[in-house]
């Protein structure tokens, strides 16, 4: 093996070039239209172009990747996460085209990838499993006929692929039919492949997985478990080791079941086994038959390069380690930082501004952003994974709650700020959270991100601040208005601000609850000093407690500028999106056409239009799917409404604020 083709994007690629080029590996990125400038493009030893822009075009074209490795050079293939790296098609493919395949045999993937055969499997290896139905027969009305026989609630799963794509739980009859149909559909779209099947569902289990590794000599051994119980629809955003409800002796039990899973079909490389906890009771959920992307998480815990030991396992080398010499020290934590609001709604963007964490020992951030990069709804909404570690869980919560508190990733919406709310939340604290956490708690996590009056009015003095040119920096007499809206939420105005500056940066500001004094500092000295990478946050006291702010612009909403604000101040770290309403005519929120509009949320391929002009619908009635970022989203009518006119059809590409639906005057439901 010299010269490595990596058949991913992203943060992954990334990972994968870092630990081939230490090996003295040369590397050859491929790249889809939109990522020609991407960093993983840059940093590898070469490039190859792919063509296309959606998946279908480019990364999941087996065709394109052969041709690509052949043109290159390329001696092997590493498939990263996602894409095709758990296709047995392609693994084949790369074999026969002479070419070394940095994963398992493709009869192992065949075995395992498909949760059906890998829970016909567990169960001749005495692995447990979730009653269920996983055969053939993908008539509706046999999972009809099955379902009865074991009850409700059910979850609806597709057999191939992850990620919480093809997943949908089930209470009753009546909801079965509508999520075979978008199950199906999603796992089609995402996988290339339908098939589904379904399985007792447990409604307040942990999930916990098992990495394992596997080489060519017949040994196989497992690196500890992961706690991946924090989840929103059905996808992970935090990850830690040791599970806080894994005593050692269930993580024997697990390792061992999951060993035994992976030496059963002949498993070569790395694999997770995942399981679900309840009860005292641990149930095989899957095999994922690659890496996965929290394996931060046990390299962190154990200090092994896990991208090191696939590539020298498919040199034909043996594991480095035996099971007793495998050691686990310390807790590991972390973060999936996304491309989405608190309230999971996906956003599509340009970074406008990134300044990357001083990477200190026990902090870790992989990661594919920059200046200007762009998240385009093509692919997943990942921006990156944070990762703290630490002698006990209680530190490694601290570090990884500041240090997300301290990124800056400017242009658009992110989770950062709702998952250090999640870390601080005393459930996760205190080892509790299962996979029901965010449904439960998810509501009081998002009010608590709501700034109260004093971090607006830091907000509001930071916009002020921004814009203003050096040359007319003086003090003046006259106050200026500042009157601004909060982005999400432009029906509760804020209270309108009175600025009036003293000079030496000293400003008075009036309205709100009461007048505050407010002084700016050189930000040439307190934001170099604080911020040696050069990052622009301003230093600025209120009422005498000392706050560190920044503000972006991002664009504007109907002719208002609109501003993205960080701040970290005596009771912690806030994060506002303002709309600067002051050259804006004074009207009542809420009211005139925009009440009677459906607007997209974002970014997407329009996949079916269930409403037509005249119908009357009730309120939770599905309105319009739309597939953003490889995943299906329903938009439903909060109350009832009757439909005006439908102004888009399927197969349309909608873009955010773009016009779906017009109600009738009495009424407007909103996404």
């Known amino acids: 093996m010299k010269k490595l083709l990596i058949a991913n994007r992203g943060e992954i690629a990334r990972r994968v070039i870092r630990s081939a080029h230490r090996l003295g590996l040369s590397t050859v990125a491929v790249y889809s239209d939109p990522d020609r400038e991407a960093l993983h493009v840059r940093e590898a030893s070469t490039a190859v172009a792919l063509g296309g822009a959606a998946s279908a075009d480019s990364y999941l074209r087996i065709d394109k990747l052969i041709t690509a490795a052949r043109d290159s050079g390329a001696d092997a293939v590493h498939p990263g996460y996602g894409f095709l790296s758990e296709n047995a098609d392609f693994a084949q493919a790369v074999i026969d085209a002479g070419l070394i395949w940095v994963g398992p045999p493709p009869s192992a993937i065949h075995a395992l990838g498909s949760k059906s055969a890998a829970k016909a499997l567990a169960l001749k290896q005495g692995v447990p499993v979730l009653p269920g139905y996983f055969g053939a027969d993908q008539r509706d009305e046999t999972f009809a006929a099955e379902a009865q026989r074991f009850g409700f609630p059910l979850m609806v799963k597709a057999v191939a692929g992850g990620g919480g794509r093809g997943m949908r739980l089930v209470h009753s009859p009546e909801q079965l039919g509508a999520a075979l149909q978008s199950a199906r559909s999603e796992a089609l779209s995402g996988f290339g492949n339908g098939d589904l099947l379904i399985e007792c569902a447990l409604l307040a289990p942990r999930h916990v997985e098992v990495q394992v590794f596997a080489d060519a000599h017949g040994h196989c051994i497992h690196l500890g478990e992961r706690d991946c119980s924090v989840q929103r629809r059905h996808q992970k955003v935090i990850e830690e080791s040791p599970s806080p409800a894994v005593s050692p002796e269930l993580r024997a039990e697990l390792g061992r079941c999951a060993v035994a899973l992976?030496?059963?079909?002949?498993?070569?490389?790395?694999?997770?086994?995942?399981?679900?906890?309840?009860?005292?009771?641990?149930?095989?959920?899957?095999?994922?038959?690659?890496?996965?992307?929290?394996?931060?998480?046990?390299?962190?815990?154990?200090?092994?390069?896990?991208?090191?030991?696939?590539?020298?396992?498919a040199r034909g080398e043996p594991l480095p380690l035996a099971q007793d010499a495998v050691r686990l020290n310390g807790h590991a934590i972390e973060v999936r930082l996304c491309a989405e609001d608190a309230s999971f709604t996906l956003h599509t963007g340009?970074?406008?501004?990134?300044?990357?964490?001083?990477?200190?020992?026990?902090?870790?951030?992989?990661?594919?952003?920059?200046?200007g990069a762009v998240v385009t709804p093509h692919y997943d909404a990942m921006l990156g994974k944070l990762i703290a570690h630490a002698p006990t869980r209680d530190e490694a919560l601290a570090r990884l709650a500041q240090a997300l508190d301290q990124t800056q990733?400017?242009?658009?919406?992110?989770?950062?700020?709702?998952?250090?709310?999640?870390?601080?939340?005393?459930?996760?604290?205190?080892?509790?959270?299962?996979?029901?956490?965010?449904?439960?708690?998810?509501?009081?996590?998002?009010?608590?991100?709501?700034?109260?009056?004093?971090?607006?009015?830091?907000?509001?003095?930071?916009?002020?601040?921004?814009?203003?040119?050096?040359?007319?920096?003086?003090?003046?007499?006259?106050?200026?208005?500042?009157?601004?809206?909060?982005?999400?939420?432009?029906?509760?105005?804020?209270?309108?601000?009175?600025?009036?500056?003293?000079?030496?940066?000293a400003v008075m500001v009036s309205g709100g609850?009461?007048?505050?004094?407010?002084?700016f500092h050189d930000p040439a000295l307190a934001g170099a000093a604080m911020h040696p990478a050069g990052a622009p946050w301003q230093s600025l006291s209120l009422d005498g407690a000392s706050w560190r702010v920044r503000a972006q612009p991002v664009g504007s909403t109907g002719g208002a500028p609109r501003w993205q604000v960080q701040g970290i101040g005596p009771e912690g770290a806030f994060e506002c999106w303002l709309d600067d309403r002051c050259l804006l005519p004074r009207v009542s929120a809420g009211g005139g056409a925009a009440a009677r509009e459906l607007r997209a949320p974002f970014n997407g391929k329009l996949l079916a239009v269930h409403v037509e002009p005249g119908q009357t619908i009730e309120p939770g009635a599905p309105l319009l799917v739309i597939e953003s970022m490889k995943l299906e989203h329903s938009l439903t009518a909060p109350r009832a409404a009757q439909v005006e006119t439908v102004h888009v059809s399927p197969g349309q590409q909608v873009a955010p604020g773009q016009l779906l639906i017009t109600f009738a005057a009495d009424a407007s439901p909103q996404p």
């Open 350 to 371: 340009t970074v406008r501004r990134f300044v990357e964490l001083p990477i200190t020992e026990g902090l870790r951030f992989d990661h594919a952003l920059e200046d």
């Open 513 to 519: 609850e009461r007048e505050r004094h407010a002084r």
């Open 409 to 505: 990733i400017m242009g658009l919406p992110t989770n950062r700020a709702f998952l250090a709310a999640c870390l601080r939340h005393p459930v996760f604290q205190g080892g509790q959270a299962g996979i029901p956490f965010l449904a439960e708690h998810g509501d009081a996590l998002r009010a608590t991100l709501r700034p109260d009056e004093t971090a607006c009015c830091v907000a509001a003095l930071a916009i002020n601040y921004a814009t203003k040119r050096p040359a007319a920096a003086l003090p003046s007499p006259h106050p200026r208005s500042l009157r601004l809206s909060l982005a999400d939420d432009a029906a509760a105005p804020l209270p309108e601000w009175s600025l009036i500056e003293r000079g030496h940066g």
């Open 262 to 313: 992976a030496q059963g079909a002949g498993y070569v490389g790395a694999g997770t086994v995942e399981f679900l906890l309840e009860g005292g009771g641990f149930y095989l959920m899957e095999m994922n038959t690659r890496l996965q992307v929290e394996h931060p998480v046990t390299e962190m815990l154990t200090g092994l390069d896990l991208v090191e030991w696939q590539l020298r396992v």
